[in-house]
C-alpha cells in the first residue's frame, strides 16, 4: 500500500521527530488553519516529512509541479480510535500524471509511501518508496518499479537499470535481503530494490534517507531525459503496464490491512482507488483476473493466497551485474 504527507500543499512541515522512544506530545502548527493540534505521536529522529521536502523542492528544481485535484478530497484524515493521523499530499508535472504521499502517524508506528507515476507517453519506472517503522522493526521497500518485462526484455533493462547496478549495489550492501518475497512480486521489482528489515537505530535512518535522495535524483534525471513517445501503440502498451501495476496494488498490497484498522472498510476503500492506486478505475478496462488469471478459483473467486505460482525467493534473485538468477520460467509465466 501506498502513503503520503501534509494536510494541503500549503501545510508546513515544520515538525522534526525522533527515530526512538519515548511517545510524547506534541504540537503542531497548520499554515492554512491557523489552529494549534495536539497529537501523541511516536517520535522520530528523521523524519518522514523531511524525505517528503526532499522530493518535492528537488522536483521544482526539474519543473513546475501543481497540485492534483487530488488534494481537494484526500488531504488529512484522522483513525477512527483518534489516535492517529493519515496525511496525503498531491502533484501533477510536466511529464508526472501523479506524484503523491501518504504519511500515517500513530501512537506505535509510522508508515510513509510516495510513488511517482509517469505520463503514459513515457515507459519510465515508476518511483516507489514504502516505509514502515516501530520503536524496534522498519520494513522497507525503495525501487524504481519497471514498467515493462526485465526479465525477458533486455532493451527494457539496459536502457534505464545497466548504468545504475553500482548504485544498487552500494545500498544492497548496506541493507540485506529482507526475507522471502514471492515470485508473483519480485517481476514489478528491479534489480536495484533495496527490500530490507532492520532494528531501529540512527545510523540506519541516515543511510535510508541517502538511498531515498539518490534513488530520487537518478529517476529524476531519467524522467528528465526521455523522449516523449510518438507511437500510439507503445502509448498504449505503457498505459496497460502502469493499469496493470496499479490493479496488483489495490488487490494484493499488503497494507491494506492497516488501512482498514485505521480508517474502515469503506474509506479504506476509497483510499486505495481514488489517491494511493489513483488510474485503476480510469487508465485500462482489464480486472485482475485479466491481468492475473491464475488467481481465480474454480468457483470464480479471489485466491488469498499470498503465492499462486509456489516459488519465493529467500535471497536477493539478481547477481551483482544485475542478472536475473532465479527462476525464469515461472517469472516469464506471469508476463504472458
Known amino acids: 500500500m501506498e502513503f503520503s504527507i501534509g494536510c494541503s500543499p500549503s501545510s508546513t512541515f515544520s515538525l522534526q521527530r525522533s527515530l526512538l522512544p519515548p511517545l510524547k506530545t506534541v504540537t503542531t502548527f497548520t499554515r492554512d488553519w491557523g489552529r494549534r493540534r495536539s497529537t501523541c505521536i511516536q517520535s522520530f529522529s528523521v523524519s518522514y516529512h523531511k524525505f517528503v521536502e526532499f522530493a518535492l523542492d528537488e522536483t521544482r528544481r526539474h519543473s513546475h509541479l501543481n497540485s492534483s485535484p487530488l488534494q481537494e478530497k484526500f488531504s488529512s484524515m484522522n483513525s477512527k480510535d483518534g489516535k492517529g493521523m493519515l496525511s496525503m499530499l498531491s502533484f501533477e508535472a510536466t511529464k508526472i500524471r501523479l506524484l503523491r504521499s501518504l504519511i500515517i502517524e500513530t501512537e506505535t508506528m509510522q508508515v510513509f509511501d510516495f510513488t511517482v507515476f509517469p505520463e503514459a507517453e513515457y515507459d519510465v519506472p515508476i518511483f516507489c518508496a514504502n516505509f514502515f517503522t516501530s520503536a524496534k522493526t522498519n520494513i522497507v521497500v525503495l525501487d524504481l518499479n519497471p514498467l515493462h518485462d526485465i526479465i525477458n526484455r533486455h532493451e527494457y533493462k539496459d536502457k534505464y537499470f545497466k548504468s545504475l ?88 498490497d499488503p497494507g491494506q490491512g492497516v488501512l482498514k484498522k485505521l480508517i474502515g472498510d469503506t474509506l479504506a476503500k476509497d483510499l486505495l482507488r481514488k489517491f494511493l492506486f489513483n488510474g485503476v478505475d480510469e487508465l485500462g478496462s482489464k480486472t485482475f483476473y485479466d491481468y492475473f488469471p491464475h488467481y481465480c478459483t474454480q468457483e470464480g473467486m479471489l485466491n488469498k493466497k499470498g503465492n499462486i505460482v509456489g516459488k519465493s525467493f529467500e535471497n536477493r534473485p539478481w547477481n551483482a551485474r544485475g542478472e536475473f538468477i532465479g527462476n525464469w520460467f515461472l517469472n516469464w509465466v506471469l508476463f504472458i
Not at 540485506?176 to 519480485?186: A, D, F, H, Q, V
Not at 527490500?195 to 535510508?208: A, C, M, R, V
Not at 529517476?219 to 502498451?237: F, G, M, N, R
Request: charged share 25%; hydrophobic share 40%; glycine share 4%.
Open 165 to 252: 547496478i553500482p548504485l544498487g549495489l552500494k545500498y544492497t550492501q548496506l541493507f540485506p535481503w529482507g526475507g522471502k518475497l514471492t515470485s508473483e512480486s519480485i517481476n514489478f521489482f528491479s534489480p536495484i530494490v533495496i527490500w530490507t528489515k532492520f532494528t531501529s537505530n540512527p545510523q540506519k535512518y541516515d543511510i535510508l534517507y541517502s538511498a531515498f535522495r539518490d534513488y530520487y535524483k537518478v529517476w529524476l534525471e531519467l524522467i528528465c531525459k526521455s523522449v516523449k513517445e510518438t507511437d500510439k501503440s507503445q502509448v498504449v502498451l505503457n498505459l496497460e503496464a502502469q493499469h496493470r501495476y496499479l490493479t496488483w496494488r489495490v488487490e494484493k
